[in-house]
């Protein structure tokens, strides 16, 4: 009988691509250390968009976010798209989503605070009632209105109203940082790895499946299960990169205003916490993630239990990173340091190159041609990334010469791009003088920008010129020519 390949993506949001075991030996990830080590980290991967809904579509579209349309949260991607389920569903893939999507807003028009109706929310597609494509989903978001909210109500009323009364902080909560009393087995995490579970041991193997596991953390509020945090309890945090004040006061101005209206973390000004404080919530951001590496061990098992994980194609990623103090800041927003864009990629798959860390770049764009291309599928027409199997076969040492990474908040005056090459980058601001580029060979940390300096104008001009022929190039090639004229 032919060996299905099923496909499991796993994504966590805002987590950055420093933040496990075989990267930092301080941070506890044994299931991510050993699915490095069965597969490809991609040390250079980078995030479609600083923000979560823009890069989200993007990883399911192939389609960059000012095409795809879903250009920052708030904004839905659009119904029309052909995501990778409905590509799947060509090769008769079972769909399976369970966690956060967030394809569409979570709370409700005109900047209401107030969720968005879950019915609505979670809505099936006009064409074909899927959402967008899944055959089954299961979605918990970050406001964790909807499916998950009832299971734990069904599980624990006592604990279900102490959550949607204070989300169960702790009596020293400070800010968006404490340790969580609730037990582990009623967590959100778990919750999302029981899903996934069920969805793989009920699954009939004779058709391939397509699993998307999707964490809603290490996303703030940083509240892990105390057991969790305790781990990290003696851990000494290393300082974060400092800002610079002399470059602070070059930063354009409306990234200062950018939290006027609606949710915007970051600005322009950096943060006013004491050193104890990030501290504790980079221990917490630690335990967050590694509460999320024992539940990806669980789902492994399940794969395992069911005979199928041998012939599983992994890949796991995040949707953006976490500024973690970094420059002075917390969060996510328009910037475009490597905390922040810098993403974990990890493929492995039958056949694929094992224990290889390749410094090839990568984009979002490129996990749907990828996956295609691994099943013995030309990516259709109008998928605008490239397919990393010449790498993940050990044919090619890279595909692609740089990245590129985009926020875009034009309606608060903020547009924003970031090139990406093997040794530069290049941020340019709509409608600013100002800008930046670093030499990352040189800078790793960031910490001495280029963009007025003189010696370094040629190189400026050069990566000008690669920007524009990556936006060129990267317009919508939809609709296909399909006449002589």
């Given at each position: 009988?032919?060996?299905k390949?099923?496909?499991?993506?796993?994504?966590?949001?805002?987590?950055?691509?420093?933040?496990?075991g075989?990267?930092?030996?301080?941070?506890?990830?044994?299931?991510?250390?050993?699915?490095?080590?069965?597969?490809t980290?991609?040390?250079h991967?980078y995030?479609?968009?600083?923000?979560?809904?823009?890069?989200?579509?993007?990883?399911?579209?192939?389609?960059?976010?000012?095409?795809?349309?879903?250009?920052?949260?708030?904004v839905?991607?659009?119904?029309?798209?052909?995501?990778?389920?409905?590509?799947?569903?060509?090769?008769?893939?079972?769909?399976?989503?369970?966690g956060?999507?967030?394809?569409?807003?979570?709370?409700?028009a005109?900047f209401?605070?107030e969720p968005?109706?879950?019915?609505?929310?979670?809505?099936?597609?006009?064409?074909?009632?899927?959402?967008?494509?899944f055959?089954?989903?299961?979605i918990?978001?970050?406001?964790?209105?909807g499916?998950y909210?009832?299971?734990?109500?069904a599980?624990?009323p006592?604990?279900?109203?102490?959550?949607?009364?204070?989300?169960?902080?702790?009596?020293?909560?400070?800010?968006?940082?404490?340790?969580?009393?609730?037990?582990?087995?009623?967590?959100?995490?778990?919750?999302?790895?029981e899903?996934?579970?069920e969805a793989?041991?009920?699954?009939?193997?004779?058709?391939?499946?397509?699993?998307?596991?999707s964490?809603?953390?290490?996303?703030?509020?940083?509240n892990?299960?105390?057991?969790?945090?305790?781990?990290?309890a003696?851990?000494?945090?290393?300082?974060?990169?400092?800002?610079d004040?002399?470059?602070?006061?070059?930063?354009?101005?409306?990234l200062?205003?950018?939290?006027?209206?609606?949710?915007?973390p970051?600005?322009?000004e950096?943060?006013?916490?004491d050193?104890?404080?990030?501290s504790?919530?980079?221990?917490?951001?630690?335990?967050?993630?590694?509460f999320?590496d024992?539940?990806?061990?669980?789902?492994?098992?399940?794969w395992r239990?069911?005979?199928?994980?041998?012939?599983?194609l992994?890949?796991?990623t995040?949707?953006h990173g976490?500024?973690?103090?970094?420059?002075?800041?917390?969060?996510?927003?328009?910037?475009?340091?490597?905390?922040?864009t810098?993403?974990?990629?990890?493929?492995?798959?039958?056949?694929m190159?094992?224990?290889?860390?390749?410094n090839?770049?990568?984009e979002h764009?490129?996990?749907?041609?990828t996956?295609?291309?691994?099943i013995?599928?030309?990516?259709?027409?109008?998928?605008?990334?490239?397919?990393?199997?010449?790498?993940?076969?050990?044919?090619?040492?890279?595909v692609?010469?740089?990245?590129?990474?985009?926020?875009?908040?034009?309606?608060?005056?903020?547009?924003?791009?970031?090139?990406?090459t093997d040794?530069?980058?290049?941020v340019?601001?709509?409608?600013?003088?100002?800008?930046?580029?670093?030499?990352?060979?040189?800078?790793?940390?960031?910490s001495?920008?280029?963009?007025?300096?003189?010696?370094?104008?040629?190189?400026?001009?050069?990566?000008?010129?690669k920007?524009?022929?990556?936006l060129?190039?990267?317009?919508?090639?939809?609709?296909e020519?399909?006449?002589?004229?």
């Amino acid at each position: 009988m032919e060996q299905k390949t099923h496909i499991w993506l796993i994504t966590t949001d805002q987590m950055r691509a420093d933040v496990m075991g075989f990267v930092n030996k301080e941070i506890h990830t044994p299931v991510l250390d050993k699915l490095a080590e069965e597969g490809t980290v991609f040390n250079h991967a980078y995030c479609a968009s600083p923000v979560c809904t823009p890069s989200r579509a993007s990883i399911f579209t192939g389609r960059y976010p000012h095409v795809h349309g879903a250009w920052n949260i708030g904004v839905s991607l659009d119904e029309n798209e052909v995501t990778l389920c409905d590509h799947l569903k060509k090769r008769d893939y079972k769909t399976i989503g369970v966690g956060k999507m967030h394809f569409r807003p979570q709370c409700k028009a005109e900047f209401s605070r107030e969720p968005e109706d879950v019915v609505f929310r979670d809505r099936g597609r006009a064409e074909d009632g899927t959402y967008y494509g899944f055959d089954e989903h299961h979605i918990s978001e970050d406001n964790l209105v909807g499916e998950y909210l009832d299971w734990l109500r069904a599980r624990d009323p006592q604990v279900a109203d102490r959550f949607n009364l204070d989300r169960y902080r702790s009596d020293d909560a400070a800010g968006d940082v404490w340790e969580s009393d609730m037990p582990q087995e009623l967590h959100q995490t778990y919750w999302i790895a029981e899903k996934s579970i069920e969805a793989i041991i009920a699954h009939d193997q004779d058709q391939p499946l397509f699993l998307w596991t999707s964490f809603v953390d290490p996303h703030h509020p940083f509240n892990p299960p105390r057991a969790f945090a305790e781990l990290y309890a003696d851990l000494e945090i290393k300082a974060p990169i400092k800002a610079d004040p002399e470059g602070m006061k070059l930063r354009p101005e409306h990234l200062a205003r950018q939290s006027d209206r609606g949710y915007w973390p970051g600005g322009g000004e950096a943060h006013q916490h004491d050193e104890a404080h990030i501290s504790r919530l980079t221990r917490n951001y630690y335990a967050m993630i590694s509460f999320i590496d024992e539940q990806i061990g669980h789902i492994q098992e399940a794969w395992r239990q069911k005979g199928l994980y041998d012939n599983v194609l992994v890949v796991f990623t995040s949707d953006h990173g976490e500024l973690l103090g970094d420059h002075g800041l917390l969060y996510k927003g328009p910037w475009f340091y490597e905390g922040l864009t810098r993403i974990p990629m990890i493929i492995r798959g039958p056949g694929m190159v094992q224990g290889l860390t390749t410094n090839a770049l990568m984009e979002h764009v490129d996990i749907v041609p990828t996956l295609l291309r691994a099943i013995g599928e030309v990516p259709p027409y109008g998928v605008q990334g490239v397919s990393q199997q010449e790498v993940l076969m050990g044919h090619k040492l890279q595909v692609r010469d740089s990245a590129l990474t985009s926020y875009d908040a034009h309606d608060r005056g903020i547009h924003a791009k970031c090139l990406r090459t093997d040794r530069y980058k290049l941020v340019v601001f709509a409608n600013e003088k100002y800008g930046e580029m670093y030499d990352l060979e040189d800078d790793p940390q960031e910490s001495r920008n280029l963009f007025f300096d003189p010696a370094h104008h040629a190189e400026k001009q050069q990566l000008m010129e690669k920007l524009v022929q990556r936006l060129m190039l990267d317009q919508d090639p939809l609709p296909e020519r399909r006449a002589r004229w």
